[in-house]
Every structure is written in structure tokens, then in C-alpha cells.
């Protein structure tokens, strides 16, 4: 039968805290051995696009 580690509560903290502060992106976990050795956080910030018909507008003066 397989052990079952216990998982430090700061690591547990740690991830939760990333969890809740993170928008977009990824959190991925690393596993060794059965035990967390590294936690990463890629993060992305999505920003609207304006639509500008300024474009539009010049060509229809022409």
C-alpha cells in the first residue's frame, strides 16, 4: 500500500495565496518523490482592445 505524505500547511498556504491572486495564467505544481518540490506561477495580463473607426473614417472621406 502506497504511504501518504502529508503536505506542509505552508506549502498549502502558498498555493492557496497564488490561487487567489492570480486572474489569468497557470499555477503549476512539481512533484518528486510524492512530495511538492516547486510551485510556478505564469501570469497573464489581458488588456481590451479599443476598436477605433478612425481607420473607417479617413477612408470614407476620400
Known sequence: MLK?????QEVIDKII???EN????TVQ???????ITQIEK??????ALKKSNEKFN????R
Open 4 to 8: 501518504k505524505n502529508k503536505i506542509d
Open 17 to 19: 495565496n497564488i490561487l
Open 22 to 25: 492570480i486572474e489569468f495564467g
Open 29 to 35: 505544481i512539481t512533484v518528486h518523490d510524492s512530495q
Open 42 to 47: 505564469g501570469e497573464k495580463f489581458r488588456f
Open 58 to 61: 479617413r477612408s470614407k472621406e
